[in-house]
């Protein structure tokens, strides 16, 4: 067990490696980091609760510095836009300005990944997608991070009607593309 796990490890960084490898041939196209894209990946993806640079800092697991001087760049690049939260005037919240969307749409990382597993199974994908998704979840809990995870997988989801969702965490009324978004507070069914 202890060589699979192993392996596990080393393929897992060796896909991370191409990935970012990826990454960067991508984003000096843009002038950009893969940070930078990882940053406005999940921007594109974060739910209200988690759009702060706080979140993105946790989600990346990286220093609020680090991130402070990507959003700097992002922000000054015109891909991010900020604004101050309505309820609590202390809080700064992120999100893709149209400029952001737009590179996010013609920078597409995703298709390379897709060609690469098409020969794969869905069988085999939906089996390696849990092994990977419980992997991390241990991670997260041995180190004590929080799981982010997308709202339509949370304990805290409860479906009111067909097209009416409520956070039961924030007692909060989401829209059904909300469901879909990647939220910090997220806790795993």
Same mark, same amino acid.
């Given at each position: 067990?202890?060589?699979?796990?192993?392996?596990?490890?080393?393929?897992?960084? !060796?896909?991370?490696?191409?990935?970012?490898?990826?990454? @960067?041939?991508?984003? &000096?196209?843009?002038?950009?980091? $893969?940070?930078?894209?990882?940053?406005?990946? +999940?921007? =594109?993806?974060?739910?209200? +609760?988690?759009? %702060? $640079?706080?979140?993105?800092?946790? +989600?990346?697991?990286?220093?609020?510095?680090?991130?402070?001087? &990507?959003?700097?760049?992002?922000?000054? =690049?015109?891909?991010?836009? !900020? +604004?101050?939260?309505?309820?609590?005037? !202390?809080?700064?919240?992120? =999100?893709?300005?149209?400029?952001?969307? !737009?590179?996010?749409?013609?920078?597409?990382?995703?298709?390379?990944?897709?060609?690469?597993?098409?020969?794969? &199974?869905?069988?085999?994908? =939906? %089996?390696?997608?849990?092994?990977?998704?419980? %992997?991390?979840?241990?991670?997260?809990?041995?180190?004590?991070?929080?799981?982010?995870?997308v709202c339509n997988t949370c304990v805290h989801l409860q479906r009111e009607s067909?097209?009416?969702?409520?956070?039961?965490?924030?007692?909060?009324?989401?829209?059904?593309?909300?469901? @879909?978004?990647?939220?910090?507070?997220?806790?795993?069914?």
């Open positions: 067990m202890r060589k699979n796990a192993f392996t596990l490890l080393e393929l897992t960084e !060796r896909l991370g490696n191409v990935i970012r490898a990826e990454m @960067r041939r991508v984003g &000096s196209t843009y002038r950009l980091h $893969p940070v930078h894209l990882q940053a406005l990946s +999940y921007l =594109k993806q974060a739910n209200r +609760y988690s759009n %702060t $640079p706080q979140a993105l800092t946790e +989600y990346l697991g990286l220093t609020k510095g680090t991130v402070s001087q &990507s959003l700097l760049l992002l922000y000054r =690049k015109g891909l991010v836009a !900020r +604004y101050v939260d309505e309820a609590d005037k !202390r809080v700064v919240r992120l =999100k893709l300005s149209a400029a952001g969307k !737009r590179l996010m749409k013609d920078a597409q990382l995703a298709p390379v990944w897709q060609t690469a597993a098409a020969n794969v &199974s869905p069988a085999r994908v =939906k %089996t390696t997608v849990l092994v990977l998704l419980e %992997t991390l979840r241990n991670l997260q809990a041995m180190q004590n991070e929080r799981p982010f995870g067909a097209r009416i969702y409520n956070c039961g965490l924030t007692n909060d009324r989401l829209a059904v593309p909300e469901t @879909r978004q990647i939220c910090r507070l997220h806790t795993p069914q």
